[in-house]
């Protein structure tokens, strides 16, 4: 497969009394044709890498290739060639939708009518409406109708959803699962794991400036071990001894055992053959459950299991 | 998928077009507001005859005889007061002169001479006193009034403001417009696209030049209309002016708009531009005004040629020719500040 965006040992450095490492030595390849997601909590490292990737920012060293060309010499053909959203851009309140895409469609050689973008994110009926009157997901649309607009062959979608209602997020996945159909290649950040599950083919996961792991969603759950997860917790038990996971790692089926704020998980290739010898295991020991639930594991589970910590911690240090 | 070609300069200019004429506020501010400086300052200031002077006469039996003595001119406006009442009347400004008369007859004025009406009501009450204690004219006089179009304030302040609209227009409509830009990250969506940035400067310059003629053409039309101000030299050399002036302001602008990342910041940095400029440059009064040695400096600052040099054609019809030291000044400054900040622009 041909690659789209290359990159080797990235490093990104803020300088400043306390200088930050942003990005620390990151290695990545996309391939053409593929929807490829950097998922990560706040503050992993995510925006700087896609903005490097973007020819927004300059990395203190490595390496980038986007479509076999490099930032710094044939800047204008990349750019004509690639589509950006960024996280937080405020377009004009004032200008309509077609305006606004008029705008951008004259920046590019070639591209889609003013027209096509609209109706490819459903907007043709806010063709004369001001960006100030739309909603939220309106405008998160329109944003990537201006990415859409010179018809590029690898768009870029900085958290494309962040802070949309459920219906609102369905619409953009949709469109951004249209792109991919034609063959064209994505690259999108999200903190979001049912985000990247559903959308990405592959999904690198991003943790302090390094990429931990990388593969298609279902190698990264199925390297856990067990695809499934039973989540319970117990009642207080009077007196006796708390419960460790070293006394559930026996249980038939079971890959591994997390303790979590009073909140056991435990991953499992069949559930119907672990969870009747756990009850019978509480049952032995005296102890009650309060809640018990069993689910597909998803890739939080392997974030998790990567790093001791939720993708919701955000960027909390551990 | 289409090769149509749209003219990205023409959409940049277009947009910012848009943007402007769909916020009714700004554009108040812009058009209206400087004509209703025009108004206030045109009313306030108009030049008239001086219709009468407060004179206060201290009470006693020798004021009545010059309070007699000044109620055969009109002009005058008489107060008959103890004295620590005329003290307080002189002092508030409510009347300009203090007549205190003794046997003699003998007068004494309580004034102050720093005020120029103060000043004009001594010479005229005494020269009435004098001729009614019997004083005689030792020589004929025939007085001609004049009032010329062409000398009044209004007339004076008219180029004045042009200069300070353009100035206010260069810093707003180009260093604060970018700064918002910036702020709104859109300047960094901008660069993200194959967009080209002279492209985008030029559709900033260009956009304020257009917003410029109408604010210009208001100005002066209603100017003439309302105050019979003419302009004395040539129109075509008033626009040269006027374009150099909105040149030179925008680069300025956007020098100051060039790194700017917060309101805040931009705010203060206007500020510090204009302030001065407004105070010294003389767009109320004569640059002259001020002490010989700040003269210098005073006339370095780009507002102050722009306000000569429109003064000049305007009052007086001088030539581009004879102007040239403020077109050197003014171009100066523009490709200066211009150069500056093409260097340290900031994108995002």
Same mark, same amino acid.
């Given at each position: ?318 | ?155 004076? +302040?008219?180029?004045? &403001?042009? !200069?300070?609209? $353009?100035? %206010?227009?260069? =810093? ?6 970018? #700064? ?125 040629? +722009?306000?000569?040099? &429109?003064? !000049?054609?305007? $009052?007086? %019809?001088?030539? =581009? ?6 077109? #050197? ?20």
């Amino acid at each position: 497969m041909p690659v789209a965006i290359r990159c080797s040992n990235l490093v990104k450095r803020y300088e400043g009394k306390t200088p930050v490492d942003a990005v620390r030595g990151l290695d990545l390849a996309v391939e053409e044709g593929e929807c490829f997601g950097l998922l990560g909590p706040n503050g992993a490292g995510k925006t700087t890498t896609i903005e490097i990737i973007e020819g927004l920012l300059a990395p203190t060293s490595g390496d980038v290739e986007v479509l076999s060309m490099k930032w710094g010499h044939q800047d204008t053909e990349i750019r004509q060639r690639i589509g950006i959203s960024l996280q937080e851009t405020k377009l004009s309140e004032k200008l309509s939708v077609l305006e606004t895409l008029t705008l951008f469609r004259s920046f590019y050689r070639q591209g889609l009518a003013p027209s096509e973008a609209m109706q490819r994110v459903s907007l043709e009926e806010k063709a004369a409406a001001w960006v100030g009157k739309l909603s939220g997901g309106q405008k998160q649309r329109l944003a990537v109708a201006c990415a859409l607009i010179g018809d590029p062959d690898l768009l870029f979608l900085d958290e494309p959803t962040t802070g949309l209602d459920p219906q609102a997020r369905r619409q953009l996945w949709d469109i951004i699962r249209n792109f991919g159909k034609q063959g064209r290649t994505v690259m999108l950040t999200t903190h979001y794991m049912d985000e990247a599950e559903k959308l990405c083919d592959r999904v690198a996961i991003v943790d302090h400036g390094k990429v931990i792991t990388i593969g298609s969603p279902r190698e990264l759950i199925a390297s856990l071990g067990g695809e499934h997860i039973i989540d319970f917790s117990l009642l207080n038990g009077n007196g006796t001894p708390a419960l460790q996971p070293y006394d559930l790692s026996d249980l038939p089926g079971v890959q591994s055992v997390r303790l979590d704020d009073g909140q056991f998980s435990l991953a499992v290739a069949e559930v119907h053959v672990t969870l009747p010898a756990l009850l019978k295991r509480l049952k032995d020991k005296s102890r009650d459950m309060a809640s018990l639930t069993t689910r597909h594991a998803s890739l939080e589970d392997v974030f998790v299991s990567l790093t001791g910590r939720h993708l919701r911690d955000g960027d909390a240090p551990s | 998928m289409s090769t149509e070609q749209y003219s990205p300069l023409g959409q940049l200019v277009l947009a910012r077009l848009r943007e402007f004429f769909r916020q009714p506020e700004v554009v108040f501010w812009v058009y209206g507001f400087p004509l209703l400086m025009v108004v206030a300052l045109g009313i306030a200031f108009r030049n008239k005859p001086i219709e009468h002077i407060g004179v206060g006469v201290q009470q006693g039996e020798q004021g009545e005889v010059a309070n007699k003595a000044l109620s055969a001119d009109p002009k005058f406006q008489l107060r008959l007061c103890d004295p620590n009442e005329c003290r307080l009347l002189l002092r508030t400004g409510k009347i300009d002169l203090v007549v205190i008369a003794a046997a003699g007859p003998h007068y004494d004025y309580f004034y102050d001479p720093t005020r120029p009406e103060s000043a004009l009501a001594r010479t005229r009450v005494d020269d009435a006193l004098q001729r009614a204690a019997g004083r005689k004219d030792a020589a004929a006089v025939g007085d001609v009034e004049l009032t010329e179009t062409g000398a009044r304030y209004i007339d004076f +302040l008219v180029p004045g &403001l042009l !200069a300070m609209g $353009l100035m %206010g227009g260069g =810093l707003w409509g180009v260093g604060f417009v970018i #700064v918002d830009m910036r702020i709104r990250k859109l300047l960094k969506r901008f660069i993200a696209t194959p967009m080209k940035k002279h492209q985008f400067l030029a559709g900033i310059m260009i956009s304020r030049f257009i917003f410029m003629v109408p604010e210009i053409a208001l100005l002066l039309l209603f100017a003439r209309l309302a105050f019979g101000v003419q302009v004395q030299g040539s129109l075509l050399t008033v626009m040269v002016f006027v374009f150099l002036g909105a040149f030179t302001f925008a680069g300025i602008g956007l020098l100051v708009g060039s790194r700017a990342k917060t309101v805040e910041t931009v705010s203060g940095l206007m500020n510090l531009v204009m302030l001065p400029m407004w105070i010294l440059s003389g767009i109320f009064f004569s640059s002259e005004r001020f002490p010989a040695a700040v003269q210098p400096f005073i006339n370095i600052l780009p507002l102050t040629p +722009l306000i000569n040099a &429109l003064r !000049a054609v305007i $009052l007086e %019809g001088h030539s =581009l020719f004879q102007l040239w030291p403020q077109v #050197v000044i003014l171009t100066a400054w523009g490709v200066v500040t211009f150069a500056l900040s093409l260097k340290w622009f900031r994108w995002m």
